[in-house]
């Protein structure tokens, strides 16, 4: 029997379901409380800031000596810019932090933070990526002429003549709004400040934590030794805690200055202001199309608005690039040209999010083909097998290596589950009601589990990527796994436990996986890009491997046999075809106390592992089916289907999980959340009555089918799975959207689609609401 | 303005005396002053419903009443839960077994939204249930899994409450 | 996010409250459920010095049926209309009406009176006064005044309620014979705040409508009762052409203003929408 493949219930749940979670405000309330004054204008000089008598009050002024945040492209094109931990001589954003106040607890901090008084000068704030890139469009940083902070472009030499012979060229325009990750929990950290020894302990909700020391070591000129970031349990995260953020290294000089602990523990109206954004794209492309629907080139120009700094580490290279390197997706064409630019406004910083630019890509390609089989009078589902990547390895043109996948199985898959013939035949009846459903396919790979190559490619001066695994089985026989990746809810825990237990023939519940302590885990890159499984995953299987070696080699000798006649399995090591055997606990009892014996194990059992994999494309097929109502606008959707693969399942009831999470997100990036600033840049949408994630009313049943490819580019056959329904939800949504509005030949291009949106279209296309 | 004053509150039928100031919300109070933490906070404007508590018996946003509002009501929170001997409410057990959960932030104030509704009214249709739990916000599950795990601990309330 | 400090009373009797009332005035609010108040607060967008919680007032708690109609304390929450108060037309709409607002654990400590003094343009309570011709008490310690809806809403968020009065009931009117409710609201979410809705009531009679009650809630700066499109309706056949024709006068009555969830134009063709669909709920 194995453990992989079980839908084992989580070792993580008992704590967080009794109310026995240890979140980190939860570890907060006796420190003194923090509380950030932001800028309430997006762009300014600050001419003073007037300080309350007696109150405990910094400003950058207060931190001279420490560096801005400053992450770096090693690329021509790239205009670094940096982030001030708090805003010098001018403000960039609204809710930049220009102050920051410390109280005995959060109302009191609150209502000194009231107090303090910025003047700022404003000027006009630069807030939508067009307007940006309009010719004498104001700076928003000296440092990057046109607001542009990066750029790729590319075409290959066969392009224009593609465009030349093509039977139809569909060019269409695609807007996302800006989303937050809005995880449950905001962020927060506590520092406390240990005057024994002069270090500081950053217990923060982050999913990178090895990566936040580096980060505010430098930033502050301090030695990583003197600092140890945990990341305790976390409420969420989406992407939107992996960055380094001001607000982490100003606590940490709080601590160190104050030589005592201090809390910030965000509200939601601060995440919004000032936590990470994403998405904001506009993807102008165009297509060039034989007369039977092959696709023969794309010309893409792609903006994205990336705030008004680069996040560290990744930089704001992660979202044009992205969009850069994987706009084909999981179509075979040759011709590529595309320019893809990353612009700075006065807005929120854009970091990671849950799908990094492939949301977005992945609507342009599916409502592009879409868009060109009503053009060409081709079946969508048709157009799709004709241009689908069928032969593997296949490499893109912009020289992205794809291991196998089922690209074709899945769609074909999804088509006959979905049952079309009677849609289509329940689609009529209904029209003839004055009723409009829909059906939207989408079809997409989800690059994921890729390693140092990957990031390299990008000339990120920081490279992220590895992940060391340090596996330990102690005299008892229980195992510690300590891990550089921080998951934050994905229960990769429990999942890890499952991969040592397969090996190690023992109880995953015998095996405890340690992550989130840089004093306690391997220097790792954190939980982000779908990747823990595959990477980590990979890591702890070769590090438990090497580990069930030395107890084969322990047991061998113990049992005076050969260590190839020893097999690990239910808690023994046992002779192969016999019934001879050892407890497995009674051998790791032996490693430790009688080392002499085993001078080819040393003394103990303990192994590591790296593992650095170049890459791996999950894919799946998304199927929306939505009902359209004419007189609202709104849209709701009734069917969900994912054919998904992502490779031998460690732990299904996981996947489905990651699945249908993500879905939800790709759902309320298709039709319901949008941060919104006016065109003065305040912000207009910072509560979750205006800013809105989907309720449980919104979200259908989700119909989940997996294939599994095993994939060749992993040590454990998995694919990562965490960002795949938020990529590829939009697009089938929009699909469906536009198919229930075809008899009035509406395309559906922007997200979200909300009920105002669809209505527009209709008015404009003389629909009255009675239809 | 009289900052602070001294109270008790009635959770999970042990009495707390505190001494706070009256604009601490019930959650504050439960979390800081009770130590309580299992109850979160997540918008403080009563959308989210993470800090959802019960107060004699209905489920109602703990940041959107004072603490000192509280006092003479019973309150339950999710550390009132379980059974005494330790062992999972239907409704905990559900969620464990159905993957209810992911991060786990928002759950106790699903759980406590639920338990109220349900001690209720055991026989909600799916429908129903689904209207329920838009009382509350998640992120992580797409809520598949809390539906149904709501739907399975349901099925056993019932069965609990006609034997 | 944590409020302004405020001095904080709970009277135990409505006459300590007009008390207090008549004393502070301006500076102080009414804590009733708190739902609409108490976010207001942690946003720093409310900052009243005194609080007065009323929630010990008994006696503004009771929610009284008869033959004239209803009668709700201030007090009641809304959670008392999940199932109808009696077997009257008018409680069946009511406990229809009651499942827009908001969601479950906000209705067990939101307020009739407090949603109707609050006067949110996209209040179904204050829709329902409106469109219904409630009659609301209010109280000082001067004493009792009735205010009938049409002088009750005075704008956005303003009522008739002054400074050192207390709202302490609302009466509404038993339904005529035969009416029935028809009610539709649109929002973006479950629970949320309507982006537009209509309460409609009719009396029809062998296809033709006898008598008609006609409201419109998010779609000006208060809920407007359609008196125009009522005579227009009464005596006209029961059928879709009647009900588009009075759609399109609701249309040209409603001044919605436009935010980030819909422009002023989106929020017309709403209007039409939940007119015609309420208008079609209350004579099928």
Redesign the interface.
Known sequence: MTWIGRRLRRFEDPALLLGRGSFVADRSSTAAAVKFVRSPVAAGTILGIDIPDGASVFTARDLAGTKPIRPILERPDYRAVGQPLLAVDRVVHTGQAVAVVVGRD??DA??LA?QVYVDIDPSAAVVDVDAALAEGARQVHAEAPGNVLVEGRMKTPGLDQAFAEAAAVVAITLRSGRQSAAPMEPRGGLAEFDPASGRVTLTASVQMPHMLRTGIADVLGMRETDLRVVAPDVGGGFGQKMSLFPEYAVLVWLARHLRRDVAWIE???ENFLAASHSRDQVFGVKGAFAADGRLLGIDADLRSNVGAFSCYPVTCGVEPLMAFAELPGPYDFAEYGVRSRGVTTNTCMMAPYRGVSRPMLTLTMERLMDVAARRLGIDPWDIRRRNLIKHFPHKSPTGLVYDPATYLEAMEAAEQRIGLGEFRARQKRLRDEGRYIGLGVSVFSERSGYGTPAFAARKMQIVPGYENVDCTMDPSGYVDVRIGASPHGQGLKTALAQLVADELGISPEHVRVISGDTDATPYGWGTFASRSMVIAGGATKLAATKLADKIRLVAATLLEVEPEAIELADGLARVRQTNRSLAIADAARAAYHQSYKFPAVGAGLRDTALYDPGGTFSNACHVAEVEVDI????VSISRFLVVEDAGVLINPMIVDGQIAGGVAQGIANAL?E?V?YDDAGNL??A?F??Y?P??A??IPEIDIVHMETISPATVTGAKGVGEGGAIGAPAAVLNAISDALSPFGIEALEMPA???RI??LL?KAGI???G | ???S?TFTLNINGKAHTVNA?????LA?VLREDCGLTGTHVGC???VC?AC?VL?DG????S????G??AEGAEIRTVEGLAAADGSLHPLQQAFWEHHGLQCGFCTPGFLM?AV??LEENPDMSDDDIR??L???LCRCTGYQNIVKSVRVAAAQMRGQARS | ????????H?PARLAEALELLSGHGGNCKV?AG??SL??A????LARP?I?I?I?DLKELGRLEDGAQGLRIGALVRH?AFHQPADDSELSRLLSRVV?HIA????R??GTFGGSLAHADPASEWCLVAATLSAEMTIASTAGERKVPADQFFRGLFTTAVAENELLTAIEIPALPPGARGGFYE?S??????A?AMALAVLVVDGGVIRWARLGLGAAADRPLRLLPVERMLEGRLADAATF?EA?AAARDLASPSGD????A??RK??V??VV??ALTEAAS
């Open positions: 959060q109302a609150e209502d009231e509200d939601r109206r007189g609202t606008g709104g319901y949008e919104v207009l949408t509560s009555a205006d809105l989907p309720t009313a919104e909300t009920p105002d209505r527009d008015r009255s609401p009675h | 303005m009289a900052e004053r100031a009256p604009r601490k919300s504050d403080e404007h009563g419903g959802t107060v209905k489920p109602v946003r940041c959107l009443m004072f000192v509002q939204l109220g509704a209207d329920l838009s009382s509350n | 996010m944590k409020p302004a400090r405020f001095d904080y709970r804590l708190g739902q108490v976010p607060m942690n946003f720093r010095e609080l919680d929630n959670a499942r969601h479950y654990p906000i067990q400590r649109f973006r979410r479950a629970g949320d705040f982006l588009r759609a980030i969830h819909g422009g134009d989106y063709d709403l039409a929408t015609e669909r």
